[in-house]
């Protein structure tokens, strides 16, 4: 157990919805980071938080945006959803100076149908 | 950009053989160097790290080596057991001031036994 949690861990909706993921970070964690996996895109990073600021930012979507709160748990919000947008989406946090040692929540897999 | 390239699975071996999964990296300073692993069905775990060159980086009997002169972190193990099946994925943060992490596409291995 990395100490991140994610949820939900599936979500199905249709094309043009809108979703949001949740994710908590381990216990101390300033640093959140979203990642997509797709089967033809592999892993790629979509945006990364510290303390409730956007730090950088990936390929993401225009219709995707992502959030911190001050309790430094972040939300990834998809919009007008399209099928290619079905996959894994996988919260990191990491504190800061430790080499970049991101831990992993399980993911949450979403699928548009 | 920086980038991560992998060897291209899927990896099939039989218990106890052993196993090098290549990867190669470029980047512009010096980055860390991570493997990460996910098993069926899970989030990614980092299995080792690196940050310097020549480090080296070892768990539960894998082992990788940060070359610089070489631009690669590959990874070994002597003796593969039925329970490495995975997937690998060979990673980079990158430096540009998020420290975000760059992927390889990820190895399949099953190990047979």
């Known amino acids: 157990d990395s100490g991140v949690t994610q949820t939900p861990k599936h979500l199905i909706t249709a094309t043009g919805q809108r979703v949001t993921l949740r994710c908590s970070p381990r216990?101390?964690?300033?640093?959140v980071y979203w990642y997509q996996q797709s089967l033809d895109q592999g892993l790629q990073f979509l945006i990364h938080?510290?303390?409730?600021?956007?730090?950088a930012k990936g390929n993401i979507l225009e219709r995707f945006s992502a959030q911190q709160f001050p309790d430094l748990h972040s939300e990834l919000n998809l919009s007008s959803l399209e099928l290619g947008d079905s996959a894994l989406y996988f919260c990191?946090?990491?504190?800061?100076?430790?080499?970049?040692?991101?831990?992993f929540g399980p993911g949450t897999r979403l699928t548009v149908l | 950009g920086n980038s991560v390239t992998q060897m291209e699975g899927p990896v099939t071996l039989s218990e106890e053989a052993f196993l090098t999964i290549n990867c190669t990296y470029t980047?512009?300073?010096?980055?860390?160097l991570f493997w990460y692993v996910q098993y069926p069905g899970e989030g990614l775990q980092l299995l080792l790290k690196?940050?310097?060159?020549?480090d080296k980086g070892s768990n539960k009997g894998f082992e990788a080596t940060y070359r610089k002169e070489t631009t690669s972190f590959h990874l070994e193990k002597g003796s593969v057991q039925v329970s490495d099946s995975a997937v690998y994925f060979c990673?980079?943060?990158?430096?540009?001031?998020?420290?975000?992490?760059?992927f390889g596409k990820g190895t399949k291995l099953t190990v047979n036994p």
């Open positions: 990191a946090s990491s504190a800061q100076g430790v080499a970049n040692e991101q831990f």
């Open positions: 690196a940050t310097k060159a020549d």
């Open positions: 938080y510290y303390n409730g600021e956007e730090r």
């Open positions: 980047a512009t300073g010096y980055p860390s």
């Open positions: 990673a980079l943060s990158d430096q540009g001031g998020s420290e975000k992490l760059v």
């Open positions: 216990s101390g964690d300033l640093s």
